[in-house]
């Protein structure tokens, strides 16, 4: 059973830095991209990053270029997302994500596999 459990969510303050991690178990996700999404109160869930597992190459939505890092340690199978110089707009709830094979469009949630149940994270001003 493939599971994904992100931690290192959290209340913090306009600047601060936090890391997310998520565990992946139940399968290998090499040749997969791994990917974070989040989803603001009232709001649809929206792509944030994406690395794939193989090559690392990276994306990101423009909104966090420059601030967030996303990275993976193959060996643990863990992804994690450096958030640095938060925002009150960066609140929400992170999901972690797993698409299995390539995509034409890592940023659409429709394309990934499986998900994890989420993050809070809360940057107050």
């Known amino acids: 059973q493939v599971q994904l459990v992100e931690s290192g969510g959290g209340l913090v303050q306009v600047g601060d830095s936090l890391t997310l991690s998520c565990a992946a178990s139940?399968?290998?996700?090499?040749?997969?991209?791994m990917a974070w999404f989040r989803q603001a109160p009232g709001k649809e869930r929206e792509f944030v990053a994406v690395i794939t597992w193989n090559f690392g190459m990276t994306d990101y939505t423009d909104s966090v270029k420059g601030r967030f890092t996303i990275s993976r340690d193959n060996g643990k199978n863990t992804l994690f997302l450096q958030m640095n110089k938060l925002q009150a707009e960066d609140t929400a709830v992170y999901y972690c994500?797993?698409?299995?094979?390539?995509?034409?469009?890592?940023?659409?949630?429709?394309?990934?596999?499986?998900w994890g149940q989420g993050t809070h994270v809360t940057v107050s001003s």
């Open positions: 994500a797993a698409a299995v094979g390539p995509r034409r469009n890592y940023r659409l949630a429709v394309g990934y596999d499986y």
């Open positions: 139940g399968r290998t996700f090499s040749g997969s991209a």
